[in-house]
């Protein structure tokens, strides 16, 4: 069977997202115990979900017979009221990747240019490329984006820029000065959208809404998916343009985002206890790998998220042997980073136990950075 003709151009040619490796998988192909493996690979929260959201999710699998709010409008009202916005300014989507398919459903085809930093998270590139048009890449400075060089790259072509800070796979951030300046000089045709997926790990996050209240073409997109630990359930959200956000409603399915992950989602919203005891420890846990890995001679980038890039030497050497002790890492190869690898804060103890596997890597494992 050959589909060549029937498929479309783009689908043809589009790359296929790499995710971090499953512990299942690792577990089935290495004949270990999946119990026994960690895994640092996708930044996801390492004190598990949040309690309260574990226990609405639990409660609302007893309506599972329904379908849910396509709407979600407790989700949005409850967003509403925390953010000071209205409920019309948000929209809820199947994880927060969901809404950067919207964004390309809603504004991008071929012809079009969408713009983006290189090393950014991936996802930009590959909604661009799935709806036929060019993905622009402009490359970190200091493996942090460049907004002159971005504001640069945009053309009469460009529908969307997207900005995020802190930025995956760099863990820098660029400041709220610095951002608002960016969106206020941006052409009229040219939406802006901020990747916020991290900004929860911040001490202090820039707060752009005021780019809202002045009418500007922008969108920032949050997940539940890292501080509240809900990365099965697959939610997220952007909230922006009252305009921008009912046309993103239009574009979606009729019911994306499940009912239990909206009642988790509504229910993490006040586990504020959760949220900061992740980010506390989150901190603690950076300076931890930060330190432990200049004690081994290796390079990171210093970090405001809840990973880091450590520089290994062989990062697909390192991240095989890794794998085969157990530990799940990020072989940045694909970022064309190849002597790198991205590893997610875990908890004290994990982050103790990657720093011990560096280490006798780094000495008779063959793979370490010299
Ligand atoms: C993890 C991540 C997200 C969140 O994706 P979800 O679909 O909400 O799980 C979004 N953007 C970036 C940069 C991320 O790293």
Known sequence: MNFDSLVKPSVRTQPVYEPGKPIEDVAR???LDPASII???????PWGPSPL??????????HGELYPDGGCFALRNKLAAKWGLGADQFVVGNGSNEIIELLGHAFVGPGDEVVMGAPAFVVYKLVTLLFGAKAVEVPLVNYRHDLERIAAAITPRTKLVYVCTPNNPTGTANSEAELLAFARG???HVIAVFDEAYAEFLERAPDLRPLIAEGRKVVCLRTFSKIYGLAALRVGYGYG?????RLLNRVRQPFNVNAIAQAAAIAALDDHAFAEKTARENRAGLALLEHGCAGLGLETVRSVANFMLVRVGDGTGVFESLMRRGLIVRPMRPYCMPEWIRVTVGTGE?????????????VGGGHGAS
Do not use: T
Not at 39 to 45: D, F, I, Q
Not at 350 to 362: K, P
């Open 53 to 62: 959201a574990m226990a609405a999710a639990k409660r609302a699998v007893e």
């Open 39 to 45: 895994k640092l690979a996708s930044n996801e929260n």
């Open 350 to 362: 994990q982050n103790r136990r990657l720093l011990e596997e560096l280490r006798f890597l780094a």
């Open 186 to 188: 941006l052409p009229d």
């Open 241 to 245: 343009a009252e305009e921008l956000c």
């Open 29 to 31: 192909e290495l004949g």
